[in-house]
């Protein structure tokens, strides 16, 4: 299992830590906000991140992030490419932040410079894990993290993976799963390739049977 608990530092200012129509658990979370932007200076979590890092529910965190944004100490902002969402961008306001600015940039610089570098790919799966909830409209099961945590293709692969289930209406980790596979096994490892490969795919003249047969070639059985 992946270790998922960051060591960058996190920055309560004394407004959040005494405003009365914060909980204490949004008023840590929203410390725990301020240490995934002192990263890379945004958050992208997502609420499943959460609920496993605090032991609650997707749906508490969603609450706990309402009511953040509601006091104006957070802005929520979505990312697409296309008509998909690519990810949650949770930002801190300025009304968060001053006082504090030169503390926050401070801390970027240095957690920018010595981050090594497994940090940052688990920082790009836990993207990914949201990227995929978002796209197949649920919740992933504990085994289906263990899937997606074997995935060993950059971000951008995997997110065309996604397109391609989405494309043929197959929302599922093991559709995905396949589709990564067969690229595997046709040694696909670079942007460039699959999208080469997409591309002759698309332009083969093929007729009604043939187009099922590729289609469920990646399905469930």
């Not at 649920?138 to 289930?165: C, F, G, H, T």
Request: glycine share 2%; charged share 30%.
């Amino acid at each position: 299992m992946v270790e998922e608990k960051p060591n960058y530092y996190a920055v309560i200012p004394a407004e959040v830590r005494y405003d009365e129509k914060l909980k204490f658990s949004e008023k840590v979370l929203y410390g725990e906000i301020t240490a995934l932007t002192n990263y890379s200076g945004e958050c992208y979590a997502s609420n499943n991140y959460f609920a496993r890092l605090y032991n609650t529910t997707p749906q508490a965190i969603s609450k706990w992030i309402n009511n953040l944004k509601d006091q104006e100490y957070i802005d929520v902002d979505y990312e697409y490419k296309g008509k998909m969402i690519e990810k949650r961008v949770i930002k801190l306001t300025r009304k968060s932040i001053q006082g504090y600015q030169h503390i926050l940039i401070g801390y970027q610089h240095t957690i920018k410079e010595n981050k090594e570098e497994e940090d940052i790919k688990e920082i790009n799966k836990e993207s990914i894990f949201e990227v995929v909830e978002k796209n197949i409209g649920r919740v992933l099961s504990p085994i289906e993290y263990e899937v997606i945590n074997k995935w060993d293709y950059d971000k951008e692969i995997i997110v065309l993976a996604i397109k391609e289930a989405m494309l043929h209406n197959a929302k599922t980790i093991k559709y995905i799963d396949r589709v990564l596979f067969n690229w595997k096994q046709n040694n696909l490892n670079t942007i460039e390739d699959v999208n080469n490969y997409l591309n002759e795919f698309s332009n083969k003249k093929t007729n009604k049977k043939e187009k099922e047969e590729i289609i469920n070639y990646y399905k469930e059985l």
